[in-house]
């Protein structure tokens, strides 16, 4: 009894450290000045942190951790043109249904295109979720380690410590060529812009 409330006491404080850590670690980052308010959960907006990116602009490399923890950078897909679909969790209805999309109706027909889906779950959760819905056309990647892309591409929700829900398109030279942050949290992006963008490129 004595062991099973100590360890039960310790699971605590590693939750409480690590909710400390994401609390304290959002705030070094600047408020984002251009999508800041753009969104909104239960009809209140939300403050986003890090650094915009805007159409046509480079797309900032970031580094984030594959389902075996190994690092991936952008810089990996060079001369490669990437989709990035953000969402907030995969353990949530519409996370699943936008990641189980990108997978299932449009990675097959965009073949050329790497397809990146970027939440902050961590890795094994990650890979937990692929195997379960068969997640195999799509790189599903944490951003929970580092927390790079949530910086440079300014999509942390601040007091949440996850990614807004969001579609990014890079062109073969990693120019953001499309761009759709999901003004609804609980809805899912608007696909068929998604595929015309695609279409251009």
């Known amino acids: ?18 909710a400390l850590n994401v609390s304290a670690e959002q705030y070094q980052f600047p408020v984002n000045q251009v999508d800041s308010g753009k969104i909104s959960a239960n ?5 986003l942190r890090g650094k915009p990116v805007e159409l046509g602009q480079p797309a900032p490399n ?19 043109a990437v ?12 996370c699943s249904l936008q990641t189980k999309h990108f997978n299932d109706k449009i990675a097959n027909n965009y073949s050329d295109v790497v397809m990146l889906t970027i939440s902050m779950d961590l890795p094994f959760a990650q ?13 599903t990647l944490s951003d929970a380690v580092w927390r790079e892309f949530a910086e440079n ?25 499309y761009k759709q ?10 696909y068929i812009s998604v595929e015309a963008a695609l279409k251009k490129l």
């Open 127 to 139: 890979s937990r979720f692929c195997k379960t819905e068969n997640i195999t056309q799509i790189h």
């Open 181 to 190: 942050l999901v003004t609804n949290l609980a809805k899912e992006p608007d």
């Open 43 to 47: 009809n209140n907006k939300l403050t």
């Open 153 to 177: 591409y300014g999509l942390l929700i601040e007091d949440m410590g996850l990614l807004a829900r969001s579609v990014i398109i890079l062109d073969k030279e990693h120019n953001v060529v």
């Open 1 to 18: 009894m004595i062991l099973k409330k100590m360890i039960t006491l310790t699971g605590l404080l590693t939750a409480s450290a690590f």
């Open 62 to 80: 970031f580094k984030a951790a594959n389902n075996k923890f190994a690092p991936v950078s952008l810089s990996d897909f060079a001369g490669k």
């Open 83 to 94: 989709l990035v679909s953000t969402v907030p969790s995969l353990d949530t209805g519409i």
